[in-house]
């Protein structure tokens, strides 16, 4: 069975500092992989997706970047925090479009805090 | 661009009754995706139920069902026999065939199941 993995579980930075994030996922390969934030009360922004070692999209320009150097492994940077970098980020990943099965898979998620 | 619209900020429905949750979308498209996802106060993302726009016929799992209205843009959430365990935050979903399968999500919908 497929899981997926995110650490750390909780993060206080202060602002100006860099920030990395990761996600790994286990039990499948060439994944879709995908970065979501949550802002307190809101529903979840789309980032950043990849669907192969290498290729990354942006959806949102901003403070952050990301990153895939493996097939299974998806990190979000960021070189300088913001405040408004605050919330929960979840990691997702999604077979392939060939496959037939399109739903997301969330990870437990990082809950971000800049102070 | 397809956008996604939940109108109900708040719900609360008693132990055991049913309770229906809504949600509109706005798209172009004619192959998609909808689904319906749950977070609880752990801030899992958990798939609850998913509809293929091809398929006439309503999704259901379990104690949760779809009332999918294509022409209307209409994909409402039914939960039945409603349980103390379905409290959370529900959000409904929106992905284009063929795509990376990016998702636009809804701003959520806060259920409370009370005893």
């Known amino acids: 069975s497929q899981t997926i993995h995110q650490w750390p579980a909780t993060l206080v930075q202060p602002v100006g500092s860099p920030l990395s994030l990761e996600c790994t996922v286990e039990g499948t390969s060439n994944p879709n992989l995908y970065w979501y934030r949550q802002a307190a009360g809101r529903g979840l922004q789309l980032l950043f997706y990849?669907?192969?070692?290498?290729?990354i999209s942006s959806e949102v320009p901003q403070n952050l970047s990301a990153s895939r150097p493996q097939d299974r492994q998806f990190i979000l940077s960021s070189k300088k925090l913001l405040l408004s970098d605050s919330g929960f980020y979840l990691c997702?990943?999604?077979?392939?479009?060939?496959?037939?099965?399109?739903?997301?898979?969330f990870g437990p998620g990082t809950r971000l805090t800049v102070l | 661009a397809q956008t996604v619209t939940q109108s109900q900020p708040e719900m609360s429905v008693q132990e055991a009754e049913t309770v229906t949750l809504s949600c509109t979308y706005d798209t172009s498209e004619s192959n998609y995706y909808l689904f319906w996802y749950k977070q609880p106060p752990s801030r899992q993302m958990i798939l609850v139920i998913r509809?293929?726009?091809?398929?006439?016929q309503n999704a259901t799992e379990n104690r949760f069902s779809v009332n999918f209205q294509k022409a209307a843009k209409s994909f409402s959430l039914k939960i039945s026999d409603s349980q103390l365990g379905d409290t959370a935050m529900y959000f409904c979903a929106f992905m284009k065939g063929g795509s990376q399968g990016n998702l636009i999500f809804g701003k959520g919908t806060k259920l409370s199941v009370k005893p």
């Open positions: 509809q293929e726009a091809y398929k006439q």
């Open positions: 997702a990943w999604k077979k392939a479009p060939r496959e037939m099965a399109n739903e997301q898979f």
């Open positions: 990849s669907v192969g070692i290498g290729q």
